[in-house]
Every structure is written in C-alpha cells, then in structure tokens.
C-alpha cells in the first residue's frame, strides 16, 4: 500500500546569512520559516527529503440516535486520541454533520493494508465500539479510499501537538 521516493536537494548558503530559527516542513516536503533572510522570498525555500505515500482512508458514516450526541462524542474522542497514537495509524478524525448533529464521519487514515485489523484488536476499538452500540440510530456503514494529498508522511503527521 505504501509507495516511497525519496527526493533531496541541497542548498547551500553564504556563511554571513543568519541561519533559520524555526520552520517547518510543508506538504510539499519544502522547509518553511519564519525568519528567512530577506533576499529570499516564500517561493525560494529549501527542499527538503520526503517521501511518497499513499495511504488507506476509510471514511465510516454514523447516525446516532437524537439526545446520544454528547455521548457518542466523548467515546468517540477518547478512542480517536488513543488510535492516533498507534504506529500504523496516520490520522483519525471525527467529524459532526452541521445540518444534523446526529450525523458523524470517523475520517481514518491507515498507513499500510495490516494496521485497519490491528486497530480493531485494540482495547480502546472495543471499548468504543460497546460504548456506542445502543446509540446507533442504524447500522455503520464504510467507504474505503486511497490517500492522494498529503502526497508526503510529514502532511499526514500530528507532530508533537496534543490532541484535544
């Protein structure tokens, strides 16, 4: 599932040029910064290495029933906060339709083709799953895709960030 090519280009700059206090990389694997020296302008950043991927999203759609809402998020945060972390998971989002809040999509995104069968295995998937299964309003349906853009694992990846 997961399709890699590594691209480097190496930039070098005059020592009198302050070097970068903070950046980051972008989607497209170009490294981004604060404090570039003014000769430079957003479009002449550093490319850096990255990697092509293509990843599993599984998009699996939720009707609750009406007054289950709240609960259905609390379960459905604490089980997405644990799944980021697992190492085959790249993302795990949940989302609330505006128009009917009965109405979620869990947006997961699954770095190879094993790690949709390890998560189901875990404890915090069971815990959800019994913890939500008399607040379906119908049964969860799913659709599978392949990942496009973020074309690279640094797109995809949460970082540091705590997830709340």
């Known amino acids: 599932m997961i399709r890699h090519s590594t691209t480097l280009l190496l930039t ?23 404090s570039m020296p003014s000769f430079m302008n957003s ?8 990697s092509s991927v293509e990843y599993l999203a599984v998009h699996v759609f939720v009707s609750v029933k009406e007054g289950t809402e ?3 998020k609390e379960a459905s945060f604490a089980n997405a906060r644990a799944s980021a972390k697992e190492e085959g998971i790249a993302r795990f989002d949940v989302i609330q339709q505006i128009d009917d809040p ?8 699954y770095k190879n083709d094993e790690a949709p069968a390890l ?7 069971s815990t959800w799953r019994e913890t939500v299964a008399d607040m379906m309003a ?3 349906s799913a659709i599978k895709y392949k990942s496009l853009f973020p074309a690279t694992e640094a797109g995809w990846d949460y970082g540091e960030a ?3």
């Open 138 to 140: 119908e049964p969860r």
């Open 70 to 72: 709240d609960a259905f």
């Open 119 to 125: 998560h189901k295995e875990t404890a915090h998937y």
């Open 12 to 34: 070098a700059l005059a020592a009198n040029v302050p070097r970068y206090s903070a950046g980051f990389i972008g989607n497209s694997g170009s490294f981004l910064s604060r």
């Open 162 to 164: 705590t997830l709340e």
């Open 102 to 109: 009965t109405k979620f999509v869990l947006v997961e995104v």
């Open 43 to 50: 479009r002449q950043v550093c490319k850096m290495s990255s």
